[in-house]
């Protein structure tokens, strides 16, 4: 017994200096944008920032265009809708996927899922992980969340708006998981499945599936460089 105990333990510490080993070799690449600028919502006068990445320019901040309809809204704090201004400064509009296809400013465009995969790409994955589903990639959301002494495109968790009508509070999971559409439907799936990306707070992966129309997540825009 006190060979097997041994062996065991041996074994843990081998595991151990094992995974340690690779964590200290995962280096986390400094990634910069080829270009950077503003561009202003004619629509609204808001003003959003932009970064460029392999022939795709992305605007940094959240979408901020209130659509006026019921395809948009800002995450409430609580039960009875009460709204930090400066929450919403931050997160922008959570959108259905026609918001967020509404809410698009002339000349930029909601991601594709193609377009997602070329920044995913960009920032280390490789074709496999990025055509993969569920969580991929070994750093590419720590890169994402970066604001502008790294890539500067400062992917937020926003949370989400659920279509679960029985949930008490349909708001959810701010500063835990960030959602964010893409405008390609899932054709493996039924109508009305649409692909988005999902991050988390602290994990280096992304999130890729499909979820039906009428949940409310973030939008990001982009556009082929000019």
């Not at 808001?46 to 992305?58: E, F, I, S, T």
């Not at 259905?96 to 790409?121: I, Q, S």
Request: hydrophobic share 35%; proline share 2%; aromatic share 16%.
């Amino acid at each position: 017994m006190k060979n097997l105990y041994k062996i065991l333990c041996a074994l843990m510490l081998a595991l151990l200096w094992y995974a340690c080993s690779n964590n200290e070799n995962e280096v986390i690449p400094v990634v910069k944008p080829d270009a950077s600028g503003v561009m202003t919502d004619t629509r609204d006068g808001y003003v959003y920032h932009w970064v460029r990445y392999n022939g795709l320019d992305w605007t940094v901040e959240n979408s901020h265009y209130n659509t006026n309809d019921g395809n948009c809204s800002v995450y409430t704090l609580s039960s009875g809708g009460y709204i930090d201004s400066a929450q919403w400064e931050k997160y922008g509009y959570l959108y259905t996927y026609a918001g967020a296809l509404e809410a698009a400013p002339k000349g930029w465009r909601v991601p594709t899922d193609e377009d997602w995969k070329t920044l995913e790409k960009t920032l280390g994955m490789t074709d496999k992980e990025a055509n993969a589903l569920n969580w991929r990639g070994s750093y590419a959301a720590i890169l994402m969340k970066q604001e502008s002494t790294g890539t500067n495109l400062n992917f937020l968790c926003g949370g989400y708006r659920t279509t679960v009508t029985s949930s008490y509070f349909m708001f959810r999971l701010m500063n835990d998981y960030g959602f964010y559409w893409t405008s390609t439907k899932d054709t493996a799936k039924s109508d009305g499945m649409v692909f988005y990306r999902k991050i988390f707070y602290n994990s280096p992966m992304v999130f890729r599936y499909s979820t039906t129309c009428n949940n409310m997540f973030s939008v990001r825009f982009v556009r082929d460089s000019q």
